[in-house]
């Protein structure tokens, strides 16, 4: 054999190694899909995603998943209007404030406070917050919308801070420094110019953050309640998706309608998660932060 | 003049208050744990099996379930990992096709974990019926961090000078042979890194081994890779919801969950106290 094809299959072994994610990627789709299309033969797909009733277990059953999708999107978006704030603030603190001996000692905490893993949070939420929360504000329960936003953005936050703060630190010293030559106050620099010039990946780091808050299972499945209802106030229980998912798993009977009503929720969950990934991926793209090149 | 600086004062202490609060409730939290898991800490909890319908004894198959499944996804994701990001790194040209493959990476970075629960329930457990196992939940686990193992190894690679291949390849030696015998060994340290995180990812996860690997309780210990396991986050995650006596257990939730905690974290922190020992170790 000579050399070039050698070098040649070896590529193609690479090449091969190299596609699994995609290949991966594709059968994640076919056997959700796979599964889920039966459900589709009982419930049309407006009764499914627009149903307002999710009793799968009653006779005759009903699989409208609308509450789940409202309940995914109201913790998500609450634990998004907190994590946001705290987290580009605490971002901006390390990577413009903090002196070089503490910025030592933060980075890697966020980064280790990133890790922490997703039961633990929501057993704090169970047995601390939960109790606190009913006391407090005198509910029927703990676990309730209020209680799944604090603990899914006491997840994002570390998440959101670590790549907006990588961000900001990408921003070109020549810029500080030309607004500083200004008269510009450090305030007006941070605000004025280095967060706009850092704003495509603060909002890579944001979606990314709620991208993970509305796929995020265990802290919802333990805190968030369980009521497949509207909610009418944020102390109201909510399902949302990876919930029910986790939750009903294990106790239906595998090939039952439930079972592929399970399936479908999962292929709208991927979806959800999905555009957001791309949404993000598209605007690191995009609006390319490339040194001193671009604003 | 005086409004200016007035506006500034009160930023940066919005700026600290934002930074406070992040130590005050995750600080807060870990300490809230430490202490009411400590006292359930002991050589006995860590090394005996649970009692008396899991409300006695300690967790050691929930230990040694967990660093099976993380060895099996390390053992998965490893070679797949390194090998994608060799091709992505050192052979492939600015195409459609890597455009594709990169698309496809973030994406299944981006996948639930419990959607990989499902799809390792649909495909391991059932359809290849490997059943509810250490390999199922392994296999689920590795194709989860693999993205994690992908982005690492590949900023590793990245991070080798160009200087080194010109230079290799310039002695006549072949592009395999100069990626096998120079770039990899300077990218280890950075691969080695990303491996330990993905470890430690592993060792957290819970809703991916739901379905594929975890049990709530094995009268013996795994003896092949078709086995059910019991898994740490499992296990706090079935004794705070499930049974009729989770207040009696409260204590074995806080040992578990503190166990948990100190292995992913120090897992965690072995990997960045490793990266910042080799960057500044690092001659170019």
Redesign the interface.
């Known amino acids: 054999m000579t050399r070039t094809t050698k070098e040649k299959i070896i590529k193609a072994v690479f090449f091969v190694i190299a596609a699994t994610s995609v290949i991966i990627l594709g059968m994640i789709v076919i056997s959700l899909f796979r599964e889920a299309v039966p459900i589709f033969r009982v419930a049309s797909i407006k009764d499914f995603i627009f149903g307002n009733e999710w009793y799968p277990t009653y006779d005759p059953p009903s699989f409208g998943i609308w509450p789940l999708i409202v309940g995914s999107l109201i913790v998500t978006l609450c634990s998004t209007v907190i994590a946001v704030p705290i987290g580009v603030l605490s971002a901006i603190y390390i990577s413009e404030l903090a002196n070089p001996f503490l910025k030592e000692i933060l980075k890697p905490i966020i980064e280790l406070l990133a890790g922490l893993p997703s039961v633990v949070l929501g057993f704090f939420g169970m047995v601390v917050l939960a109790p606190w929360l009913q006391e407090t504000f005198d509910l029927p329960t703990g676990l309730n919308i209020v209680n799944a936003s604090l603990m899914l953005s006491l997840m994002a936050i570390p998440t959101i801070s670590s790549i907006s703060e990588d961000a900001l630190y990408a921003v070109p010293q020549e810029f500080k420094e030309a607004s500083y030559a200004l008269g510009a106050t450090k305030y007006e620099t941070i605000v004025r110019v280095i967060v706009p010039a850092a704003l495509s990946g603060i909002s890579t780091a944001v979606i990314l953050g709620m991208a993970r808050a509305i796929g995020e299972t265990m802290v919802v499945l333990m805190v968030a309640g369980g009521a497949a209802a509207i909610p009418d106030s944020l102390f109201d229980s909510v399902r949302p998706m990876p919930a029910s998912i986790a939750a009903e798993m294990g106790e239906t009977p595998f090939g039952s309608n439930h079972y592929h009503a399970l399936f479908g929720i999962a292929v709208v969950l991927f979806f959800l998660t999905l555009a957001f990934n791309l949404v993000a991926d598209y605007i690191a793209n995009k609006y390319k932060q490339t040194g001193s090149a671009t604003l | 003049m005086k409004w ?2 007035f ?2 004062h009160l ?2 202490w ?3 208050a ?2 406070a ?2 130590a005050l ?2 600080g807060g ?1 870990l300490v ?2 430490f202490v009411h898991g400590f006292s359930a800490l002991s050589w006995d909890f860590l090394t005996e099996p649970p009692r008396d319908a899991m409300t006695k004894g300690g967790i050691m198959p929930a230990i040694l379930g967990t660093f099976y499944l993380m060895t099996g996804a390390i053992i998965v994701a490893l070679p ?1 990992g390194v ?2 990001a ?3 790194s050192e ?2 040209k600015q195409n459609r096709i890597l455009r ?2 990169r ?17 390792g ?3 391991f457990v ?2 290849l019926k490997f059943g509810s196992s250490i390999l199922s939940g392994s296999l689920t686990l590795g ?1 989860l961090i ?2 994690t193992i ?1 982005g690492a190894s590949e900023e590793a690679l990245k991070s080798v000078p160009q200087t080194f291949r010109e230079a290799s390849l310039a002695l006549g030696v ?3 042979q100069t990626i096998y015998r120079i770039v990899l060994p300077n990218a280890l340290p950075g691969i080695l890194t990303g491996s330990i ?1 993905g470890l ?2 592993a ?5 991916p081994i ?2 594929t690997a975890a049990a709530f309780f094995t009268a013996k210990l795994p003896t092949s890779i078709f086995d059910e396991v019991m898994a740490l ?2 296990h ?2 079935v004794l ?2 499930a049974g009729t006596r989770i207040e009696e257990t ?1 204590p074995i ?1 806080y040992g578990t ?1 503190l166990v ?2 100190a292995l ?2 120090g897992i ?2 072995i990997a ?1 106290l490793f990266r ?1 020992y080799m960057r500044r170790r690092k001659s170019w």
């Open positions: 200016r600086y506006k500034q930023f940066f919005i700026v600290k934002s930074i609060l992040i409730s995750l939290l809230y744990i797949l090998m994608s060799v091709y992505l052979y492939s594709t493959i698309i496809g990476i973030n994406c299944l970075a981006g996948v639930p974990s419990v959607v990989f629960g499902l799809f329930l649909g495909l059932v359809y194709i693999l993205p992908i072949s592009k395999w995180l430690g990812r060792a957290g996860e819970t809703a739901m379905f986050p499992y706090i995650y705070a919801t409260r939730q969950a948990l905690i992913v974290l965690d922190l960045i910042s």
